[in-house]
């Protein structure tokens, strides 16, 4: 309940404003306005902010959330509220169609793609017949509860916030859950995600039509309380508007995307009316102003002012800690009988000219640790890669309990309880080390998006992050608990990538460098429990450069040399091989 | 349709392009330096041409002004973020670009301003001012904030762009310009009219891209700027100043689109806020070309300008969508190619 309570409190003082003596009406269409933006904003926090895919377009998806309306309730006499689902719902399909093209694209082509759409469809709104070309559409009626019409900016005020509001809470029930966690992992590219189950298309797709829905309520909205839509506000500078909102107010955070608004529609306000009267009546005076207080704050606070604000709070906001006697059933077996977990047989990879795995076989057995190791560039990781679907083979067949892997892609590797680390760790830097482990759940929880915004996720949930806990407690890391992932030495956030492989439930875990950066105390602890996982059952592959730590440890050893396997044995042979001391240490003179 | 009808939407379409090619090839330049989108890539479109169209009418534009006041704000900025060792050195050549540069610039114009001023005195001194407000918005704008992310940085550049589009209604006003052509001179080829207008324009943007090419393959600050946009630490680390780099960028893109301003203004009237459709276009024939390959940007600039032309003859309503929605077989072609592993980004 005490989280909830800022929100609560918050609310209730919106609740009041317009009921106070003395508020003039103008701030109460200011507020309105803020609202309007701030959910379009908030569409963008999740978008862009958190998911990482920047978005030019959204002024477009108001509009047609606005158009749809307008046309429904004006020519066809549709009553306003029938025609909220059907604005949503176009504006859902339009970021579909969309959002099928554009977000597969990486980088800097998605803002640029989105900017060339949404002047598209602008100019669209502003040249059909049956939208009013630039005239637009207008006469559409008020919203109304029975006989009450909300005509006033005061009485639509209650509809407005009561969205923002209601929006503000959905989004961030599906930030904190299963499905929120895989599109906060969206923002540091899809490798690790994938490799733990995350539909990385599927989830930019959602964060994109949930982005546009909340525009086109936005528009729904913005319809009904200026009775009239016309293409101006759906334009290509709306849509460049959205977005600093949502970057000045803080782009990661969903009240940032409030705080946003508030600043630059109120910014815009006070330059509009205040600037003529210093300057004379300059024309676009405040345009001036405004561009550059907009870099002057970026200068200032890169961040956005949320972030900011926040930092300065003197008590910092409480984390419950997961019940960890809550249990999650394991992961489906499939029925193996085969003593061989792991069968490479000639796996080939060729990059070009180089061929990065040349042939290479060997097998895991269950209950077995193997290290694979070799000079750099030898290709460990690549086989790694191969292993999980990372990258597909160009040659040869691997067979995980005797079932062949035919190039499947990671999400269906790991699916076979294949997990693993990274050589360069991929964790979520801005999420704790709780959630960053938890993804490694995913494939273990069912809900779904809409199931987290409405909280009914909350048993399934308390499941995941109980193991999540029960495993970081298992590689000793209790006390980071609810630290930011990013804030951990190198070393602890390679034992935070095996605790999230470990949620995984799997029978034979991948590690890439696991000792790497880890003092010598770790580093027999790791040891330590790497033996207790054999112990249990599971079987480790790991690829090391400290020898000490792999001879030490290692049930047996493959060798690669230049893509080709040298030798595979127990570490005492490994030790003699001349093949070996060869790769290492050169030739003798 | 008749030949000749065709072959005028070409000639009209090319012509259209080269000046996107031109602006394609900046944005690109930029963004492959400093990951800048250069919004106000427009506004130097509009700065060079319509400085250019009231120098030729014998006025002094305000841009010249406006560079001075910038190097002030440069100048600031760079005591105080060199506050902690200031070098006599760094003082005066600060001074010489910051002040110096413009106030000589601002007097220069006042000299030679007039009726009669020659036409390429005048271009000359439009490519100066737009040079310098270019080299300062870097240093202003982008400079302090060039290590935060690309998103941070293109809304830094939409502040940029609405600035200085208000600004250039308070220089130009709301009226458009027109300048006076560079030649007069015209060819004619069958049914065509070449104009030296729009030969100038072909000859400007073949140039260019030469120019460009041979800069970025053969000159040692060319692989500089090529290695800044590779990697900004590693160009640090073996003593590329990334900051410089920077500015070279902006300098190159500002006097592109100065230029491409002054060939197109005396063909067709801008207005004010003309650039930022026209640098969007250019932006469009650079995604189509990936923000990287610059003969790719060009070809496509090419495909746009032609695109365009004949939109605008069978549809004029809906030329804009069709332009701007030229981009989606385009991306979904990248999108269907995209590479299977993707770098990992912040």
């Known amino acids: 309940m005490t989280q909830r309570l800022p929100l609560i409190i918050f609310a209730l003082v919106m609740a009041v404003i317009p009921l106070l003596p003395g508020v003039p009406p103008f701030w109460i269409v200011l507020l309105d306005n803020i609202g309007l933006a701030a959910l379009v904003a908030m569409g963008l926090v999740l978008l862009t902010g958190v998911g990482g895919l920047t978005s030019f377009g959204q002024a477009a998806f108001c509009g047609f959330g606005a158009y749809t309306t307008a046309v429904l309730t004006t020519a066809y006499g549709v009553s306003p509220w029938l025609t909220l689902p059907a604005s949503l719902l176009v504006s859902g399909i339009a970021a579909v169609l969309l959002g099928l093209v554009t977000v597969r694209l990486s980088g800097h082509y998605l803002p640029l793609g989105t900017i060339a759409w949404g002047i598209g469809l602008f100019y669209l709104f502003s040249k059909l017949e049956f939208l009013g070309r630039n005239d637009g559409i207008s006469g559409i009626p008020p919203l109304s509860i029975g006989a009450f019409k909300m005509l006033s900016p005061d009485t639509i005020y209650y509809a407005i916030w009561v969205a923002v509001l209601l929006s503000a809470l959905l989004t961030m029930n ?152 809550v249990k999650l059933e394991h992961r489906e077996r499939a029925p193996g009988t085969s003593p061989v977990l792991l069968h490479i047989e000639k796996a080939r990879k060729q990059f070009g000219g180089v061929l990065a795995v040349n042939d290479v076989s060997f097998d895991v057995n269950a209950r077995e640790i193997v290290a694979l190791i070799g000079p750099n560039g030898a290709g460990k990781s690549t086989t790694f890669n191969l292993i999980t679907g990372v990258l597909s083979a160009t040659g040869g067949k691997i067979f995980v309990q005797g079932k062949e892997v035919e190039n499947a892609p990671p999400q269906e590797v790991v699916k076979l309880g294949v997990s693993r680390t990274f050589q360069h760790v991929k964790l979520v830097p801005d999420m704790t080390v709780l959630e960053n482990v938890a993804i490694g759940a995913h494939l273990r929880g069912n809900s779904g998006a809409i199931s987290s915004m409405l909280r009914l996720d909350r048993a399934d949930e308390a499941k995941l992050l109980a193991e999540a806990a029960r495993q970081i407690e298992r590689v000793g890391l209790s006390d980071q608990i609810d630290q930011l992932a990013g804030s951990l030495s190198l070393g602890q956030q390679r034992i935070v990538e095996i605790a999230r492989a470990l949620c995984v439930d799997p029978m034979l875990l991948l590690l890439d460098e696991p000792a790497a950066g880890l003092r010598h105390m770790e580093k027999q602890r790791l040891a330590a429990l790497l033996r207790q996982l054999r112990d249990g059952g599971m079987s480790v592959l790991l690829v090391e450069h400290d020898m000490g730590f792999v001879m030490d440890l290692a049930d047996r050893i493959v060798v690669l040399d230049f893509g080709t396997k040298i030798a595979e044995g127990t570490p005492a042979a490994i030790k003699r091989n001349p093949d070996v001391i060869k790769a290492y240490l050169g030739a003798a003179a | 349709m008749n030949t000749t009808i065709m072959l005028f939407l070409l000639q009209d379409g090319i012509t259209n392009g080269a000046i996107y090619a031109l602006l394609g090839l900046a944005l690109v330049l930029v963004f492959a330096v400093t990951r800048v989108i250069l919004i106000p890539q427009g506004e130097f479109v509009t700065y060079g041409a319509l400085s250019y169209a009231m120098l030729a009418t014998g006025q002094v534009p305000g841009t010249a002004r406006l560079a001075v006041a910038m190097g002030l704000v440069a100048f600031a900025l760079d005591l105080f973020f060199a506050r902690k060792a200031l070098h006599a050195r760094l003082v005066i050549r600060s001074v010489a670009l910051n002040i110096a540069f413009p106030t000589a610039l601002l007097g220069l114009v006042y000299a030679l301003v007039g009726p009669h001023t020659p036409i390429a005195v005048n271009i000359a001194l439009a490519l100066l001012i737009v040079a310098a407000i270019g080299l300062f918005l870097y240093r202003i704008a982008f400079q302090p904030i060039a290590h935060t992310s690309v998103l941070v940085l293109l809304i830094a550049s939409v502040g940029c762009h609405l600035a200085l589009q208000g600004l250039g209604l308070v220089f130009f006003g709301a009226e458009g310009l027109r300048g006076p052509a560079l030649s007069s001179a015209a060819v004619t080829a069958g049914p065509l009219r070449f104009t030296g207008q729009s030969l100038a324009v072909y000859g400007l943007t073949v140039g260019f891209i030469v120019a460009l090419w041979l800069f970025f393959g053969y000159t040692k600050t060319g692989k500089a700027l090529r290695a800044t946009a590779v990697n900004r630490l590693g160009a640090r680390l073996v003593g590329i100043r990334t900051t410089l780099s920077g500015q070279i960028a902006f300098l190159l893109a500002s006097v592109i689109g100065a230029i491409s301003g002054i060939l197109i203004v005396p063909i067709t009237t801008l207005y004010y806020d003309t650039g930022f459709l026209i640098g969007l276009k250019g932006f469009i024939a650079a995604i189509i070309g990936g923000l990287v390959s610059y003969p790719l940007t060009a070809v496509a600039a090419i495909v746009v300008g032609i695109v365009e032309a004949f939109s605008s003859f069978y549809a004029s309503n809906f030329k804009e969508v069709i332009v701007f929605t030229l981009i989606l077989p385009v991306l979904v072609l990248r999108s269907l190619a995209a590479p299977q592993v993707e770098e990992e980004k912040d």
């Open chain 1, 174 to 325: 599906l930030l904190d859950s299963r499905t929120g966690r895989a599109i906060r992992a969206l923002r540091r590219g899809h490798v690790a995600a994938e490799a733990f189950g995350v539909q990385t298309p599927r989830a930019k797709l959602l964060v994109f039509i949930y982005a546009a829905v909340l525009a086109g309520l936005s528009g729904w909205l913005y319809a009904h309380f200026q009775r009239a839509a016309n293409p101006t506000p759906f334009g290509a500078q709306a849509g460049i508007e959205y977005l600093f909102i949502a970057v000045v107010g803080g782009a990661g955070y969903v009240w940032g995307g409030v705080l946003g608004a508030a600043i630059v529609v109120i910014l815009k306000e006070v330059l509009q009316s205040y600037l003529p009267y210093i300057f004379g009546g300059q024309s676009q005076l405040e345009t001036i102003v405004f561009g550059i207080m907009l870099v002057l704050l970026l200068q200032l606070a890169p961040q956005g002012v949320w972030p900011w604000l926040m930092s300065k709070l003197p008590f910092k906001p409480t984390r419950k800690t997961p019940d960890t006697s």
